[in-house]
C-alpha cells in the first residue's frame, strides 16, 4: 500500500460504513442514516470528520459509551422548542432526529429549536442544518466538544471547537451554507502540518504556559487552540464568546457535559469523574422563511444577495469572493463521480475495524 | 473648555437626550426609551454608541430620514415569529418595542423570534439581549449595518460592522452577556488611534486594493474593516460568514436594505440609488430558559459554569478570565456613581443640538 491518496469511491465507504453501523448493533434504518451522516463530510471535504473518525465510534462503543439502540426521547417541550435525551446514541443518529423535531415545530409554530444532552460526536455541522432546506427554512445546527480551546488570557483548556452551522436557502442560486468551528483552525489543520513536518501559523495554538506558539504539535505537549481572533488584540475574545454560547445553548441548556467537563471523543481518555452533565449537547433551529415573509420574496433577495457577493471586485491574485458553502459544493460534486480520496492512514484504521467485524472495504 | 475628558453624571445626559428626542417630536415615552437605550451605551462602557451619537440622529431627522412618530407594526407573523416595519422610526425606540414582542411570543410558545425593516441605527446591541434577562429567558440581538466591512477577498466594502448580542441568566452570578462586532475592531477604536496619530494592529484593516495596512485612517481613502479573524490564515471567511448571517437573518428575511444597499448612518451620505429593501434590519430572538429545562437547574449550573471559566488558570501578566458582560458592568457602575466621560468634541456636538433646540447640556 502506497503512501499516496487512495481514491475509493462513495458506495463502497457508504456500504462499508453503514455494515460497521449494523455490526455494532444499530437497527438498519439508524445504520443507514448514520452512514449518511458520516459520508456527508468526505464527500464535503471535510476529511477529518468523516471515515476517518469511525475506528473512533468503533472504539468508544468497545468502551461501552456509544448506546447502539438507544431509546431518544424528549423529556421537556413547548411548542416551539424541545429537550432530546439521545440516550448515548451515535450522535450521527441523535442530531438528525432532533433536528427533525426543529423542522416539525417550526412546521406548526414558525421555528423549532432543540436542545440535546447524553449524545457524542454528531458528525459534520453542516448536515443537520441543511436538513432545513428542502423544507424552505433556514437551520441552524451547533454542539460542543471535548475541551481543546483556551478561553482569551486561560492557559486551560475548557471549550471544545464548537462549531456552528447555518443553511439558507435560495432561489436560482445554491442555498448560502456556514458550517465552521469557533476557533482560527481545526485540529485537522494541525494535524496535517504536523504530518509535513511544518509550522503553523502564529494565532493558531498557544504552548503550555499560553504563549504564542507555531509548534503545530504544541496541544500535544500540553498547548491549546485559539479562539477565532487568534489573540486579544485581534478580539480572541468575540471566539471565545461565540464558543461559549455554542458551549452553553448545547449543554448548560440541556443538560449535558459542559465546558472542560465535556466527555473526550477518545475512548482512551476518561470520562469526567465529577460530571455535571450527560455526554455531550448539540442546539438546532429551524425557522421557515415564509414565518416572515413570502417564500418567493425571500428566495429572490438571497439570489440577489449571492449575486452581489459572488460577483464584488476582488484582491489582486484573486479569481473570487467564496460564498459559504460554495468550496464543499463544488468538492461533492467532485468526489461523487471520481471518488473520495482516503489517507493511507485512514484506510488501515477501516481495514482493523473491518476485521474486528469479518467486513472487507 | 479644555481637551480633556468632561465627567458628566448620567441623570444629566439622560434629560438632555430625552429633551432632544421630545423636540423632534417623539411622544413622551418614545423619547424616554431612545434616551435609555443611547444611554446605556454610555454607562456600559461602549462610547462610540452613546451621547456621541446623539447628532448623527438629529440630522438624520433634519434630512427626513427619521420619523419621530413612527407606526410600528407588525406585518407577518405565526405564533414564533413575526416581522416589523418600523416605519422609518428610531432605531432606540423599534428595536426594545420589536424584542417586547419575541420576549412576549416566548412567554406563550417557549421562544420568539422578530425580523425587523425600516428602521435605522439601535443604540448597542446588548440593551436589547438583556431585555430577556428579567424574564428569565435567552435574549439575541442583531443589526445590519452601513458598508464598511470587506469579505474575504473582496477589495468592495459589502458589509456593516454586523454585531451580535447574547443575553444568557445565571443564578448568583451575574448574567452572561456577549456582545460583538462581527469585525477584528470596531470603527471606534480606530478613531481614537487617530486622533493619537498611532498605527493600527495588523489585521483590523486592508487598503484599497485590500492589502493590509497599519493605516488608522484607511477607511478614509478607500480602504475596508476586516472581518473577525483578520485574514484568511486566521480564518477572516468566518468572520464574513458571521456577518453576513446577519445581514441575512435582519434585512433579507424582513424586507430591509441588505449588504452595500443598506442605508448610511451618517446624513450626508445619500442613500442607495437602487433600493432592494426599506431602511436598516434587525433580528431579535428569546428563549424561555424552562422551554428547555427547570429554571433552577439551568441557573446554578450556569453558576457553575462561570465560576470555572472566571477562576481558571490565566497566562501570566493577567489576572483574569473574563466572563462576556463583565467589564461593562464593571464601567457601569462605577459610571453610574462617579459620572460619563465624555470627550470635548462631543461635549461640543451636543452644545450644536442644544441650540437648535434652545436646550442647555
Chains 1, 2 share one sequence.
Not at 104 to 123: A, F, L, Q, T
Amino acid at each position: 500500500m502506497s503512501t499516496a491518496i487512495n481514491l475509493v469511491s462513495f458506495e463502497k465507504l457508504f456500504s462499508f460504513s453503514k455494515s460497521v453501523f449494523l455490526s455494532m448493533g444499530c437497527p438498519e434504518e439508524d445504520a443507514e442514516l448514520a452512514a449518511k451522516v458520516l459520508l456527508s463530510a468526505d464527500l464535503r471535504g471535510v476529511d477529518s470528520h468523516g471515515v476517518a473518525r469511525l475506528i473512533g465510534y468503533v472504539r468508544l462503543w468497545e468502551a461501552g459509551r456509544i448506546n447502539p439502540t438507544p431509546n431518544i426521547k424528549v423529556i421537556h417541550e413547548t411548542p416551539s422548542t424541545a429537550t432530546i435525551d439521545g440516550d448515548a446514541g451515535l450522535g450521527l443518529v441523535v442530531a438528525p432526529k432532533a433536528m427533525q423535531i426543529a423542522i416539525d415545530k417550526s412546521e406548526n409554530v414558525g421555528s423549532g429549536w432543540v436542545s440535546v444532552k447524553n449524545s457524542n460526536h454528531y458528525g459534520i455541522a453542516g448536515y443537520h442544518a441543511m436538513m432545513a432546506l428542502e423544507h424552505d427554512m433556514i437551520g441552524l445546527s451547533m454542539t460542543n466538544a471535548s475541551p481543546l480551546v483556551s478561553p482569551t488570557f486561560s492557559k486551560e483548556r475548557l471549550l471544545g471547537t464548537n462549531p456552528i452551522a447555518m443553511a439558507i436557502p435560495a432561489g436560482e442560486e445554491p442555498a448560502f451554507v456556514a458550517d465552521f468551528a469557533t476557533t482560527t483552525a481545526a485540529n485537522g489543520k494541525l494535524e496535517i502540518l504536523q504530518r509535513k513536518q511544518e509550522d503553523a501559523p502564529i494565532g493558531w495554538v498557544q504552548d503550555k504556559d499560553g504563549a504564542p506558539s507555531s509548534d503545530a504539535a504544541a496541544l500535544k505537549s500540553g498547548g491549546a487552540l485559539l479562539p477565532l481572533g487568534s489573540d486579544r488584540v485581534r478580539s480572541s475574545h468575540k471566539g471565545f464568546c461565540l464558543g461559549s454560547m455554542v458551549d452553553i445553548l448545547s449543554a448548560v441548556l440541556s443538560g449535558a457535559g459542559y465546558g472542560p467537563w465535556a466527555p473526550p471523543f477518545v475512548s482512551f481518555l476518561p470520562l469526567p469523574e465529577d460530571p455535571v452533565g450527560e455526554g455531550l449537547g448539540h442546539f438546532f433551529g429551524a425557522m421557515r422563511v415564509d414565518a416572515f415573509r413570502p417564500k418567493e420574496d425571500f428566495k429572490s433577495h438571497m439570489d440577489n444577495w449571492i449575486q452581489r457577493f459572488k460577483t464584488a471586485e476582488t484582491v489582486e491574485g484573486q479569481e473570487r469572493v467564496l460564498i459559504p458553502g460554495t468550496p464543499e459544493r463544488e468538492i461533492e460534486h467532485s468526489r461523487r463521480t471520481e471518488g473520495i480520496p482516503v489517507l493511507t492512514p485512514v484506510i488501515k484504521d477501516l481495514e482493523e475495524v473491518g476485521k474486528k467485524f469479518s467486513l472487507t472495504l
